[in-house]
């Protein structure tokens, strides 16, 4: 009798033997190796972690001002050397009212010697008087700016009946006075500028050397400061110091800074290094030349091999981002290692890396 023949099996019985017998188990073996790329690719434990050093600079107002020129906004680039921002001095007759008491108090010196020695300090005496009269129109030339510059608002005020005629009318005047006061100390300057050249001109008397070194070097000393006292009343332009962002503005046009306050802060857009803390203990001994792998925290991560660069000479406090504060500590202290940007890898200042020691050579 012959053998019966098989009976056929349809694909979709087979399909569903397949799926259920084998494809569970291919599903697995490939979960594993997802699990172990990603695994090596991603989830590796750094030997340290860096941030990327960030170079700033701070313009800062030289002198108690106003700002009357700021045309910067953040987040701008500036170039090393552009001009950023123009001072105004506030008011620079405290300067000048400084020197004006060491003329004085050099005046009171000089008096008993006027009284011995008349003839022979004439000279002297006759330019302590010219150098205390061209501070006294340096201050009157900065009153009447001030005075022009209040007639100007209140004649703006005055347009808009904001002010009463009155009140026009008495800064009006004491602009025009202080101009008459400009005027005539400037021709007494002129005038007194006249006998000086003069006397030099027949010949400087001579005192005792001692004493006249001396009060030719005071003389030299106030007419510096003159000369000093009269650059401060001239706006001053701010330039920035490095290439870089504008990443804050502490300040606008039209405002107030005392000396030795931030205006603004100019970060660098380049990067130079990247930074990182061994802390105690030691997990290795670091040397420059060591070989290390950088990988960046982004959503595609970037990796490049870079080397140790330089390395502290003694444990410091870390203040920046990689700072870690443990209960028991006040501060957190690190040996600070200095190291190389990897190449074809972007990094921007401020970010954090991890470190991972690929060769101890």
Not at 41 to 53: D, S
Not at 343 to 348: D, F, S
């Amino acid at each position: 009798m012959d053998p019966l023949p098989p009976i056929p099996i349809p694909l979709a019985l087979r399909w569903r033997e397949f799926r259920i017998r084998f494809l569970p188990i291919l599903f697995f073996l490939m979960a594993i190796a997802g699990v172990c790329f990603v695994w090596q690719r991603n989830i590796v434990a750094p030997t340290l972690v860096g941030a990327v050093e960030t170079h700033s600079a701070q313009i800062i107002s030289p002198y108690e001002g106003k700002i009357t020129q700021l045309d910067i906004k953040r987040f701008q680039n500036v170039l090393k050397g552009m001009p950023v921002a123009v001072l105004s001095p506030t008011d620079p007759r405290a300067a000048l009212d400084v020197i004006q008491a060491d003329l004085d108090i050099l005046n009171a010196r000089l008096g008993p010697k006027l009284t011995e020695e008349r003839n022979e300090t004439a000279y002297e005496q006759l330019r302590v008087n010219w150098l205390a009269q061209k501070v006294d129109l340096a201050t009157a030339r900065v009153n009447l700016e001030l005075a022009a510059d209040e007639l100007q608002r209140n004649e703006a005020l005055y347009k808009k009946k904001l002010i009463s005629e009155a009140d026009y009318d008495i800064t009006l005047k004491a602009q025009q006075a202080l101009a008459a006061e400009v005027l005539e100390r400037s021709n007494l300057v002129v005038t007194t500028e006249v006998g000086v050249k003069r006397l030099e001109a027949d010949g400087v008397p001579q005192t005792s050397a001692s004493a006249n070194d001396l009060l030719m070097g005071a003389l030299q000393v106030e007419e510096q400061k003159l000369a000093d006292a009269s650059a401060d009343t001239k706006p001053v332009t701010l330039i920035a110091p490095i290439d870089g962002m504008v990443s804050m503005v502490f300040h606008q046009a039209g405002e107030n800074v005392a000396a030795g306050y931030p205006i603004l802060t100019i970060t660098a857009v380049e990067p130079q290094h990247i930074i990182s803390y061994l802390r105690q203990p030691i997990p290795f001994e670091p040397k420059a030349g060591m070989k290390m792998e950088v990988r960046t925290r982004t959503m595609r991560i970037q990796s490049g091999m870079a080397r140790i660069e330089s390395v502290g000479s003694q444990f410091e406090m870390v203040t920046n981002s990689l700072a870690i504060m443990r209960p028991d500590k006040s501060v957190d202290l690190g040996l600070p290692v200095e190291i190389s940007l990897p190449p074809g890898v972007k990094l921007r200042p401020g970010e954090i890396v991890d470190l991972t020691l690929r060769s101890m050579n």
